[in-house]
């Protein structure tokens, strides 16, 4: 089965507003965590990544936390904007696993007007 | 899209047919990987590929094959298409180095078998 999830198939966010994506996770193994982005019709892309030995990572607009005494991984985008539309999917990988990546059924995130 | 193309990016085909989806990448990137996407259960992995004649099973593989001949071209084939198969499918790659690195997905491929 699926090791890492997702607490809420949906979120609906007014825009300019600070968005949170919560992803649980299973494995205490997993060791390097990454956030995609699909819009629809599109392929999944890459918005951030952490490795464990890291609970905090920052990008454009977006950051990423990382508990491990909860398995909790969650994406904070900040002012959120109608182009934020998408679904957005938590994956983890094993380094003793061959680095596969394994997903969560993902967030879809709609941002009001 | 990380110069990767997958093809076609949409088939109908009948079930019992066999099938295979292309996919491409000029980035020279060692690892490539098909995934499969269906509602509710995210993306899963079908197999991967760690260089050229090295691949292996994901965890959804059954009624799968592929095969990497060039590092530039993973193939996935469906050597008897069922309806189960019906599903979004995406190539993924990632590399060049052998630590923890990001996967860039293709566009996609929609299968629906009938």
């Known amino acids: 089965g699926e090791s890492v999830g997702l607490h809420l198939p949906t979120l609906s966010v007014q825009e300019g507003d600070n968005s949170i994506i919560n992803c649980a996770y299973s494995?205490?193994?997993?060791?390097?965590f990454i956030w995609y982005k699909q819009e629809s019709g599109k392929g999944p892309q890459f918005i951030i990544d952490i490795r464990s030995n890291m609970d905090k990572r920052q990008g454009q607009r977006v950051t990423v936390l990382l508990n491990k005494t909860v398995k909790h991984l969650s994406l904070q985008i900040a002012a959120t904007q109608p182009g934020d539309s998408a679904v957005y999917f938590c994956?983890?990988?094993?380094?003793?696993?061959?680095?596969?990546?394994?997903f969560g059924a993902g967030t879809t995130v709609t941002v009001r007007a | 899209d990380a110069g990767i193309t997958q093809s076609p990016r949409h088939k109908v085909t009948e079930t019992g047919t066999p099938v295979t989806l292309r996919c491409h990448q000029t980035e020279n990137h060692r690892y490539m990987y098909w995934y499969r996407q269906d509602p509710g259960h995210g993306l899963r992995l079908i197999h991967y590929s760690y260089g050229v004649k090295d691949t292996d099973k994901g965890e959804v593989s059954d009624g799968y094959s592929v095969s990497r001949s060039k590092t530039e071209d993973f193939l996935l084939t469906l050597e008897s298409a069922t309806s189960s198969q019906t599903s979004v499918y995406f190539c993924a790659i990632s590399g060049p180095t052998g630590g923890h690195t990001e996967a860039f997905f293709g566009q996609g491929t929609r299968l629906t078998v009938v």
């Open positions: 994956a983890e990988s094993l380094r003793s696993n061959d680095y596969k990546l394994s």
């Open positions: 494995n205490s193994a997993s060791d390097y």
